[in-house]
Structure formats: C-alpha cells, structure tokens
C-alpha cells in the first residue's frame, strides 16, 4: 500500500500562487504515476494533473494548462503541484493521487488511480 498526504493548501486571492506537495510512503515510489485531482462541492472530483514515473511525461486538464505545474523528486518521494494565477473556480479540495499499475500514465479517471490521499483545501477569493 502507498501512504500519501499533501499539505499546502490554504486561503489565497484570485491571481496568487500557491503550491501542493504531496509526500508517498509504503511503496517504491519512482515505479508508478502520480497526479492530482481535485473536488469542488456539489462537484465531482476532476483530473488536475499528471506526470509519469520518472517526470519525462505530463497532462494538465485544460482549465488548469499554462498555470499549473505538476513535478516529482523521485528521491524525496513527492510530487508537488505549482499552481500559478489562480481563480475563484479553482476553489476545491485537492487530492495526490497515484497508480502503480499503470507507471506511464499521465492522465486518467479517478477510478483508474490506486492510491488517493486525505485532500488539502484549496480556497481562492475573488
């Protein structure tokens, strides 16, 4: 099993910035896929971000490409969320999630991820 807890949320305005770390545990973690989904409420959850094994692969959903940044540090075994010109809309608690099944995926269904962690909230004011 993979242990996975983000931290990093918090309060922001439209425009800040904020970055996501996630930190995995329990498993080797350069062998499988990370990402990030997020839900907002009344919403279901929606894929954010993800990036391959080793980093050489990523996807970003359209409402989040050109602002946010997904990496890892395969040596540190985390993966970090870099989110840049935020929105009100981007409002939402967001979730580190990873597959090991599957260790070149960069994009998927919330179904399709194996490991999901406890959620940070994210709140942008306008």
């Known amino acids: 099993q993979v242990q996975l807890v983000e931290s990093g949320g918090g309060l922001v305005q439209a425009g800040d910035s904020l970055r996501l770390s996630c930190v995995a545990s329990?498993?080797?973690?350069?062998?499988?896929?990370m990402g990030w989904f997020r839900q907002a409420p009344g919403k279901e959850r929606e894929f954010v971000a993800g990036i391959s094994w080793n980093g050489g692969n990523t996807y970003y959903a359209d409402s989040t490409k050109g602002r946010f940044h997904i990496s890892r540090d395969n040596a540190k075994n985390t993966v970090d969320l870099q989110m840049d010109s935020l929105k009100p809309e981007d409002t939402a608690v967001y979730y580190c999630?990873?597959?090991?099944?599957?260790?070149?995926?960069?994009?998927?269904?919330?179904?399709?991820?194996?490991?999901w962690g406890q959620g940070t909230q994210v709140t942008v004011s306008s």
């Open positions: 999630v990873a597959d090991w099944a599957e260790p070149c995926r960069v994009v998927g269904k919330a179904e399709d991820y194996d490991g």
């Open positions: 329990g498993r080797t973690f350069r062998a499988y896929a």
